[in-house]
């Protein structure tokens, strides 16, 4: 059969047609729903919650869709019965989930798509891949040829029947999926489930997606029946102060189209031997470094012979570079001892000569740290074209340089507690 190319204006305009989870955080993470036919793989440290988003998802979707509707969910790693028992915990039991998900505990890849065939499922889940085999392999479950050739079979089943797949993966220390990066560009989209194990919140990223923005993040808490979407995410990550901290700094990020608040924390202490320790969680390691060397040679800020820790609070993992300049505040306010001043929000990138650059979309950032009750701001000198936005209830201090940023956070006393915004009282 001969091939033809289309001319671009001969395309239809086909909207990709979207399954819809039913959980907001997930569809907004997959772009609006599951696209049927698509392969996806959600990752996450073992222990993440991963079989739990997937079990709540499977209830979820034959809860939104036609009374046919059913999901087959595949387990590798667990019995019927304990699949079962986090389904009673769950509280998925007593609704549609009970009659139109079921459990198949098989780990060959042939057999679940002999079953998934004769099902007929909207959604196919496996879980995991790690513990997927293919007969025609001899590798042990989870070796890179098992993990891969699991992979393209689903992958082939999902676009010959038309349904959505979903692949759990467990993501080594190091970040990678099993060893083998090569999974990620087999499948359509690559999600992942982020967190510290000890604390509660998870955020939901795409780092890859054929079907939607890799920039819209979502945020659940892990609950005791399960992960719990976040009503108000912009203030899940900030953390109680009962008095105001030095080395804490507020900080109006950006998620995709979603302002989040974090709090950035610096420890600085002087070193005892050796090379002094440098160590950043949830922020650029490389930032940190770099800031350390332009705050030493641009704002008298000698951190040579200091150990410093530097985090995110609550687990999250952020990379913008206006992150720059809170962090910075951050490390002068642990260095000095001095709390910046309860009610302030800071953003900004720090160049080399220690010059301050402006970050997109500040207005919506600024506005979303005054409805939580925020009433100054430290920020970059905006672009002419694009002046300093004006904020009902926000003081903003425009800054010209590190220096000049350093000098207005500690302009003013820190007061103590009755000062800080009613949020965090
Ligand atoms: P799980 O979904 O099994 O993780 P993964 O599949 O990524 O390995 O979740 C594991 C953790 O979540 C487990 O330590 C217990 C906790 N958990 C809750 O806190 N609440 C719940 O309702 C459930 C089901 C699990
Ligand atoms: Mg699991």
């Given at each position: 059969?001969?091939?033809?190319?289309q001319r671009?204006?001969e395309i239809?305009?086909s909207d990709?047609p979207r399954l819809?989870v039913g959980i907001g955080?997930?569809?907004?993470?997959l772009g609006g729903?599951?696209?049927?036919?698509?392969?996806?793989?959600?990752?996450?440290?073992?222990?993440i919650?991963?079989?739990?988003?997937?079990l709540q998802?499977?209830?979820s979707?034959v809860?939104?869709?036609a009374?046919s509707a059913?999901?087959?969910y595949?387990t590798?790693e667990e019995?019927a019965a304990?699949?079962?028992?986090?389904?009673?915990?769950l509280g998925?039991l007593?609704?549609?989930?009970?009659?139109?998900v079921?459990?198949?505990?098989?780990?060959?890849?042939?057999?679940?798509i002999d079953?998934?065939?004769?099902?007929?499922?909207?959604t196919?889940?496996?879980d995991?891949?790690q513990?997927a085999?293919?007969d025609?392999?001899d590798g042990?479950?989870?070796?890179?040829?098992?993990?891969r050739e699991?992979?393209v079979?689903?992958?082939?089943?999902?676009?010959s029947e038309?349904?959505?797949?979903?692949l759990a993966g467990h993501?080594?220390?190091d970040?990678?999926?099993a060893?083998p990066?090569?999974?990620?560009?087999?499948?359509?989209?690559?999600?992942n489930l982020e967190g510290?194990w000890?604390a509660a919140?998870r955020?939901?990223r795409?780092?890859?997606?054929?079907?939607?923005?890799?920039?819209?993040v979502?945020v659940?808490?892990?609950?005791?029946?399960?992960?719990?979407?976040?009503?108000?995410?912009?203030r899940a990550?900030?953390?109680?102060?009962?008095?105001?901290?030095?080395g804490?700094?507020?900080?109006?990020?950006?998620e995709?189209?979603?302002?989040l608040?974090?709090?950035?924390?610096?420890?600085?202490t002087?070193a005892?031997?050796?090379?002094p320790v440098?160590?950043?969680s949830g922020l650029d390691?490389?930032?940190?470094?770099?800031?350390t060397?332009?705050?030493?040679?641009r704002?008298g800020?000698?951190?040579?012979?200091?150990?410093i820790?530097?985090?995110l609070a609550?687990g999250l993992?952020?990379?913008?570079?206006?992150?720059?300049?809170?962090l910075?505040l951050a490390?002068a306010?642990s260095?000095?001892d001095r709390?910046?001043?309860?009610?302030?929000v800071v953003?900004?990138?720090v160049g080399l000569?220690g010059e301050?650059?402006?970050?997109a979309g500040l207005e919506?950032r600024?506005?979303e740290?005054?409805r939580l009750?925020?009433?100054r701001a430290?920020?970059p000198?905006g672009r002419?074209?694009?002046?300093?936005?004006e904020i009902?209830g926000?003081?903003i201090?425009?800054?010209?340089?590190l220096?000049?940023a350093?000098?207005?956070a500690f302009?003013e006393?820190?007061?103590?507690?009755?000062?800080?915004?009613?949020?965090?009282?």
């Open positions: 059969m001969a091939v033809a190319a671009l204006g239809g305009e990709v819809t955080e997930l569809d907004r993470v729903g599951l696209v049927p036919g698509s392969l996806i793989l959600l990752g996450g440290e073992p222990g919650g991963k079989s739990t988003l997937l998802a499977a209830s979707l809860r939104g869709s009374a059913t999901v087959l595949a590798g019995s304990q699949v079962r028992l986090r389904a009673g915990r998925l007593l609704g549609p989930a009970a009659e139109r079921s459990i198949l505990a098989e780990h060959d890849v042939g057999r679940i079953v998934a065939r004769a099902f007929g499922p909207v196919l889940i496996v995991s891949v513990t085999t293919t025609e392999l042990p479950a989870g070796s890179v040829g098992q993990v699991s992979t079979r689903l992958m082939d089943f999902a676009k038309g349904v959505a797949v979903i993501v080594t220390k970040g990678s999926i060893g990066k090569t999974l990620e560009h087999l499948v359509d989209a690559v999600v510290e000890f919140l955020v939901l795409a780092s890859k997606n054929r079907f939607g923005s890799t920039e819209e979502g659940f808490e892990m609950a005791e029946a399960g992960l719990v979407e976040v009503a108000d995410p912009a990550f900030l953390v109680e102060h009962a008095t105001p901290a030095a804490s700094v507020v900080a109006p990020t950006m995709g189209s979603r302002p608040l974090v709090e950035v924390q610096a420890l600085v002087p005892t031997y050796g090379n440098r160590r950043a390691q490389n930032r940190l470094n770099l800031l060397a332009v705050l030493g040679r704002a800020i000698a951190l040579g012979s200091h150990d820790y530097a985090n609550g993992v952020v990379s913008e570079p206006g992150l720059d300049l809170p910075a490390l306010s260095l000095r709390p910046i001043a309860p009610g302030t953003i900004g990138e000569l301050l650059r402006g970050v919506r600024l506005r740290a005054a009750g925020f009433s430290i920020v000198q002419r074209d694009r002046p300093t936005p009902a926000v003081r201090d425009v800054a010209e340089t220096r000049d350093i000098e207005r302009s006393p820190a007061g103590r507690s009755d000062a800080v915004p009613a949020m965090l009282g």
